[in-house]
């Protein structure tokens, strides 16, 4: 919090605060990482309800079929009747107060202080100069944080086996 009311000539308010964070955290979603599994048991061919908050699937486990995903992407199909092990990409959780933990890595926090100061300047207009410059500073700096911790396990000489970082849904992962 110290970080964002540096930056800033006025200070917010707490609600100000966490509605800021907590946008933050959904539209970075992607660069955050979080991840979670839901265990299916579809018994037969219909659709089946996915968790609240999975977005991207990123895999199933031991699973290469096809898939059908609603519209909306909050229900699953599969051709067959099974058990199936999903991993999809997940919104870190919301926070309730300014003082609660961030659930990311610390090497976003600067990137999401910077954005929830960039918030407080662009909320009453959205084309001031300050808060549009601070909102690409913080989406460059999550963004920048996201990348490097994708490639912190490589080490010279190692090979990893590469997937996809989303489900093909026709069969190929």
Known sequence: MAIVLAELEDTPTDADMVRHINSCLVEHYKQFRKTDTQEITATDTGYVDRMAGHLDILRIEGYKGDIVLSEDRTQIKFPEPGKYTVVSLVIPDFITTVSDAIDVNDIFKIGIARYAGAMFYLMDNDQVDA?????????????????????????????FKHTRSAVNYHGQS
Do not use: F, T
């Open 131 to 159: 808060g549009k410059m601070l909102k690409a500073e913080a989406d460059r700096l999550i963004i920048n944080a996201g990348y490097a911790l994708s490639g912190m396990d490589k080490r010279s000489g190692m090979r």
